[in-house]
């Protein structure tokens, strides 16, 4: 083992508390017990050197790169490090030389890349001939979803564990463990309270770097006495504890699951769901004429013709976004979001659309029917355009039985009325307009004309 020298141990004892804390055992190893429990599955590859290629999935501060380290630890491999924010195909070259020359000699080398999602897919491409020979096991890290950041074909090769947010009682069990080891802030006599380290643990949110990091915040910023002893006080605690950053990044994964958490929460009629996911994407940073224009969207795919002035709400929340901007129009935006979700509902529209669409795609593009085709000129008429077309205002019931669809689509219906909120009527409305058409009927039986 090689001794560490003066100016080791002085870096040591200057590296953040989340550096000098930092597991190198499974059994230091706090959270993520669905993994690394006893007799989890990748506690077992561990224990026993048979790690193969894998994808580490989860948000910052979870414990990715711990985990690898850990690896590095046990293993009888070469285990070698390198991050995709600072090295580039070059250095990947020549890691993969090294390895197949380490494959020729019997050794196996263990890869690890940190933050993978950062390469895009010609990098990516460079690891997979190696992975595929078994030249390298490959551990990535990633705080993006791999479906969508890593290729497919080296994703087919590795195993992906999803690593989740540490709960509060891991960050509370991690906060005593650095006040009390001598690698921590147990060498500092520190006053601190249980609520005051839950309320850490709570703020940092299933984030072990920031609770590490707001710790040591705290205790160098508290007060000492004149025996030594630091107090952290819940002034002190506020000012390190004032901005909190919550895990949003309006690019990555978690900006679709947020938007799809908005979405959701209005059609299941949630206003306080909803209120709340708005309010989590502002404090993000999220332009709010993105969110206004989902609630635009919703207003007819959701709601429709149900509730036709949710559609006006969404386009007025819209307006007034681009006149005020944030934070004066979150109020706006909780008007329309409130609305929709309360607005009774019908997907009434999107079926129809979407029917639409997959006949536009999947049948002939049959020429518009001549009679209701417009006739401009003289070789138009000629030729058949307008003949037989019948203007609905020449008749009393404002329409005739003229069909309009192309042949092959005679009799095919798009739009449904749910029959919720305004399409109550609606449906009565369609039903009885398609009874007349159909001529299975010969009165025309409209209730609106008696409102």
């Known amino acids: 083992m090689e001794q560490m020298s003066f100016f080791d141990e002085q870096r040591e004892e200057s590296a953040p508390l989340a550096s000098r804390l930092r597991p190198e055992t499974l059994d230091e190893y706090v959270g993520q017990q669905h993994l690394v429990g006893p007799g989890k599955a990748l506690r077992t590859l561990i224990e026993r050197d048979h790690v193969s290629s894998m994808i580490f999935w989860g948000p910052p501060g979870v414990g990715k790169t711990t ?50 999602h950062r390469f895009n897919k010609a990098q990516q491409d460079a690891f997979l001939p190696f992975v595929e020979k078994g030249s390298i096991v490959l551990i990535g890290a990633t705080t993006e979803n791999p479906s969508f950041e890593i290729n497919s074909a080296l994703l087919s090769r590795c195993k992906v564990f999803i690593l989740k947010p540490l709960e509060e009682s891991d960050l ?63 002034a002190v605690l506020a000012d390190c504890t004032n901005r909190r950053s919550l895990l949003y990044d309006r690019q990555g994964e978690e900006h679709y699951n947020l938007i799809s958490a908005l979405h959701k929460s209005m059609r299941n009629s949630d206003p306080d769901a ?98 209701i085709r417009n006739a401009p000129t003289g070789l138009m008429k000629e030729a058949g355009y307008g003949a037989g077309y019948q203007y609905a205002h020449d008749y009393e019931e404002k329409m005739t039985r003229m069909t309009c669809l192309p042949d092959s689509l005679q009799g095919r219906r798009y739009y449904t009325p749910d029959g919720l909120g305004e399409e ?17 009927t010969d009165e025309l039986e409209l209730h609106d004309r008696e409102e």
């Not at 006040?179 to 147990?186: M, Q, V």
């Not at 979001?337 to 509902?345: F, I, N, R």
């Not at 109550?424 to 299975?440: V, Y």
């Open 67 to 116: 985990l690898a380290r850990i690896i590095a630890h046990t293993t009888r491999a070469e285990f070698v490090e390198f991050s995709a924010v600072t090295s580039g195909i070059k250095e990947v070259r020549e890691v993969m030389a090294r390895a197949e020359d380490n494959r020729r000699m019997g050794t196996r080398t263990l890869l690890f890349l940190d933050e993978i």
């Open 172 to 234: 509370t069990e991690l906060l005593h463990r650095a006040l009390a080891s001598p690698k921590g802030l147990g060498d500092t006599r520190v006053k601190i309270d249980d609520r005051q380290i839950a309320a850490i643990a709570r703020f940092a949110a299933g984030d072990a770097r920031t609770a590490l990091s707001t710790l040591e915040m705290a205790v160098l910023n508290a007060p000492v006495d004149a025996g030594g002893t630091v107090t952290v006080d819940d």
């Open 424 to 440: 109550i009527r609606l449906k009565k409305r369609l039903e009885a307009i398609l009874r007349w058409k159909s001529g299975e």
């Open 274 to 371: 909803a209120v709340y996911y708005m309010t989590r994407m502002l404090d993000g940073g999220e332009d709010p004429l993105y969110i206004a224009r989902r609630v635009v969207r919703f207003a007819s795919e959701d709601v429709g013709l149900a509730d036709s002035r949710a559609l006006s709400v969404a386009v007025a929340a819209y307006q007034a976004c681009m006149y005020l901007g944030v934070p004066e129009c979150n109020v706006h935006l909780a008007h329309a979001v409130v609305y929709m979700s309360l607005a009774p509902k019908s997907n009434a529209l999107e079926v129809a659309t979407l029917a639409a669409a997959k006949d536009v795609k999947e049948m002939p593009a049959e020429p518009v029917p001549l009679h």
